[in-house]
């Protein structure tokens, strides 16, 4: 540690964001890096504890605990506090295969989990790992990665989102042969269409994927599994095949209305959105647009802010976003305990964003859709609800109580659902005859592979819907599985 009083000296400072009111005016990326000067005193806000929890990657109770892919923290902390910015490179690279999308969407568990969070603000853990990666493509520090030798192994990954590329870089770095094939007409996965370009342009997603290709990685864009090419095919190609298909199968609401015009899954406008705006900067009018009309997002998480920022950005007339859980507290709670992820309230930029605009947060807790009703010719033109009310049963268990009176119509000419992932889609697993299990292709974390002879799989497929920073951890984890499975002397340890 190189300033031992560091802590106590310094205070956090937030990484710069555009202005609300400014940056709604455009889709690029609204937080920005502070100077080496103030990063490096960040970094003298490193602790270097004994036990560095930040880096431990637990769950505890179901809530994460540290950096799931076991980030050097303390290390480069303290070589950023020092300027050894390289080298600062060298460390975050041993654990993170792409630390310019965890440095930049990753809701940073390592923070919670930070030992000066017990009493005061957390190092800034996230803004300096961002740093780092930016300053070495910035400096040419980040070249490619040539295998010296190939093995003659051939792996195919199916789904290049976070557990697909992170697989692909550790069997492609231990010589093997990789292929990885998107159905989508760019790779990237959620990364590059579930997650909107003010959070992540695609320009950093799209930087990586030819750094991937250029080490040697075929990616096979626009081929579905099934219909361009058969399970059977791959299987007689392949000495091994990885399902990271992800959690794409949505929650879907089944009431009175729901099928109205103007009623959609949340990803399906994400995904669009994002589609025509590199495609064509909206041109191609192939978007769901809101501008002018009343949008209510139903769902409370990162996908349904997502969706109000959009709305937003596209000049809706007003944005609503539904709970069914009462506001978060300010503060932990007595059964969210450190070193554990904070559930605490928090404004993120969708609702900075909105209340700079409209004048208040756009949430409403507690909150029950009873039905949609829409207009003659079948368009959406308002919601009804009725507010709730959370009891602890006499058997301990919370339940959720409608309260008389509450009733209340809201008009909206368009709803979007964002009440979470079912699991895969089921179709392509069927082709290879894998076992599902709640919605889940079967698989234990002690081999990850399925009940069919050399098919493996990862990230939310298999673990369900969860971080970016858990699907790269996945996706490192399969790949040893993998090599060991192909290779007489695994290379990956």
Not at 5 to 17: I, N, P, S, W
Not at 31 to 43: F, M, P, V
Not at 158 to 169: E, H, M, N, R, T
Not at 418 to 441: C, D, M, R, T, Y
């Amino acid at each position: 540690m190189g300033k031992p009083t560091g802590f106590m000296d310094y205070k956090r400072e937030k990484g710069k964001e555009e202005a609300p009111l400014k940056r709604i005016k455009n889709w690029g990326e609204y937080a920005s890096k502070l100077t080496d000067e103030a990063l490096q005193t960040q970094g003298a806000r490193c602790m270097d504890c004994g036990t560095p929890f930040c880096h431990m990657g637990i769950e505890i109770r179901g809530a994460t605990a540290g950096c799931p892919i076991n980030n050097l923290i303390p290390e480069w902390n303290d070589l950023v506090y020092k300027g050894k910015w390289q080298e600062a490179l060298e460390r975050l690279s041993m654990t993170n295969n792409f630390p310019e999308f965890t440095g930049r969407v990753c809701p940073a568990p390592c923070e919670g989990s930070c030992t000066l969070a017990i009493s005061d603000p957390a190092v800034s853990i996230k803004n300096i790992e961002r740093t780092i990666i930016d300053k070495g493509f910035e400096n040419g520090w980040v070249v490619p990665r040539i295998p010296n030798e190939r093995t003659g192994k051939k792996i195919a990954i199916i789904g290049s989102g976070p557990a697909g590329l992170a697989s692909a870089d550790e069997l492609n770095q231990a010589g093997h042969s990789v292929t990885v094939y998107e159905r989508a007409d760019r790779a990237g996965g959620l990364l590059t269409y579930g997650i909107p370009n003010m959070k992540l342009e695609k320009e950093v997603v799209e930087r990586r994927i030819q750094l991937l290709e250029q080490e040697g990685i075929d990616f096979v864009l626009n081929t579905e599994i099934g219909k361009d090419i058969s399970a059977q095919q791959l299987k007689d190609q392949f000495d091994a095949i990885i399902l990271c298909i992800g959690a794409q199968k949505q929650r879907e609401l089944h009431m009175e209305g729901s099928t109205s015009n103007g009623v959609h899954l949340a990803m399906d406008y994400l995904t669009t959105t994002t589609k025509s705006l590199l495609d064509s900067n909206f041109a191609d009018g192939q978007y769901i647009d809101t501008k002018g009309k009343d949008v209510i997002v139903i769902g409370g998480g990162d996908t349904g802010a997502d969706c109000v920022a959009t709305a937003i950005r596209q000049k809706c007339k007003s944005v609503v976003q539904f709970g069914k859980h009462p506001q978060l507290p300010a503060s932990r709670t007595e059964d969210n305990l450190w070193p554990t992820d904070p559930t605490i309230y928090k404004l993120e930029y969708a609702y900075e964003e909105a209340e700079a605009k409209y004048g208040k947060d756009p949430r409403e807790y507690l909150i029950q859709t009873t039905k949609m009703v829409g207009d003659e010719k079948g368009n959406l033109k308002e919601l009804h609800t009725i507010q709730m009310e959370k009891i602890l049963g006499e058997d301990g268990y919370h339940f959720f109580r409608e309260v008389p009176g509450t009733e209340k119509i809201w008009p909206a000419q368009f709803v979007f659902v964002a009440i979470g992932f079912e699991g895969p889609e089921l179709s392509l697993p069927s082709q290879f005859g894998v076992n599902i299990v709640n919605k889940k292709i079967s698989a234990s974390t002690k081999d990850y592979a399925t009940n069919i002879e050399g098919i493996f799989t990862a990230g939310d497929a298999r673990k369900g819907q969860s971080l970016i920073v858990w699907a790269m951890k996945e996706g490192q984890e399969v790949a040893k599985k993998v090599d060991a499975y192909v290779s007489k002397k695994p290379v990956i340890s």
